[in-house]
């Protein structure tokens, strides 16, 4: 089983400010890795998918990047409803795993 | 639009068999190109794929709790379900149910990921 470790598990920002997230996959799983986002008492949503392309109604200041085994999800300029648990998930292995999430924080 | 409904039992004894029901609305389940899915978001914040289930019949399970779990599908309902058997402590979860679909961009290719979710069921094992 593919393990997906996300860093850092917090990140402390204020919004207008760069938030970079990282995704590390065990294993390969080329680009087969979307992003949601979660908030509280709220089913996760999909931000990106294929490591690299929105979602449909997803704000440009949401890019993806990456292959293989590393990933970043990148909000250029933090909105206050930005603030919110990010996960990834690979299915480029069966079985489908997530990554343990970073909580994105109001610094 | 589509929505996904969960619904059943919000405590489970351990030892017993928690049983939940995931109700498709404003759309068909008998639809080729989705996979019905579980997923169990556990204490602290993690999420767990447990597995998903073809309108077909077909299924696929996570392998370390295959034993223990069964999916059905209900098309006549437009319902899907699961049961997970032998619970602890450790099977206390929000569970989800969710879609995992294809979709085909312009230039033809596929693309799979989950467009749907319901809202969630928190299931506590306790006696």
């Known amino acids: 089983e593919i393990v997906l470790t996300q860093s850092p598990a917090t990140l402390s920002l204020s919004p207008g400010e760069r938030a970079t997230l990282s995704c590390r996959a065990s294993?390969?799983?080329?680009?087969?890795l979307a992003w949601y986002q979660q908030k509280p008492g709220q089913a996760p949503r999909l931000l990106i998918y294929d490591a690299s392309i929105r979602a449909t109604g997803i704000p440009g200041r949401f890019s993806g990047s990456g292959s293989g085994t590393d990933f970043t999800l990148t909000i250029s300029r933090l909105e206050p409803e930005d603030f919110a648990v990010y996960f990834c998930?690979?299915?480029?292995?069966?079985?489908?795993?997530f990554g343990q999430g970073t909580k994105v924080e109001i610094k | 639009q589509v929505q996904l409904q969960e619904s059943g039992p919000g405590l489970v004894k351990p030892s017993q068999t928690l049983s939940l029901a995931c109700n498709v609305s404003?759309?068909?389940?008998?639809?080729?190109?989705?996979?019905w899915s579980w997923i169990r978001q556990l204490p602290g914040r993690g999420l767990e794929w447990i597995g998903y289930i073809h309108y077909s019949g077909g299924t696929y399970y996570k392998p370390s709790l295959k034993s223990r779990l069964t999916m059905s599908v209900h098309t006549t309902k437009n319902q899907f379900s699961l049961q997970l058997s032998s619970v602890t402590a450790a099977d206390s979860a929000v569970y989800y149910c969710?879609?995992?679909?294809?979709?085909?961009?312009?230039?033809?290719?596929?693309?799979?990921?989950?467009?749907?979710w319901g809202r969630g069921t928190l299931v506590t094992v306790s006696s």
């Open positions: 969710a879609r995992e679909s294809v979709h085909y961009d312009s230039d033809g290719e596929s693309h799979w990921y989950f467009d749907l």
């Open positions: 998930h690979q299915r480029g292995n069966w079985p489908e795993t």
């Open positions: 294993q390969s799983v080329s680009t087969y």
């Open positions: 404003g759309g068909s389940i008998s639809n080729g190109d989705s996979y």
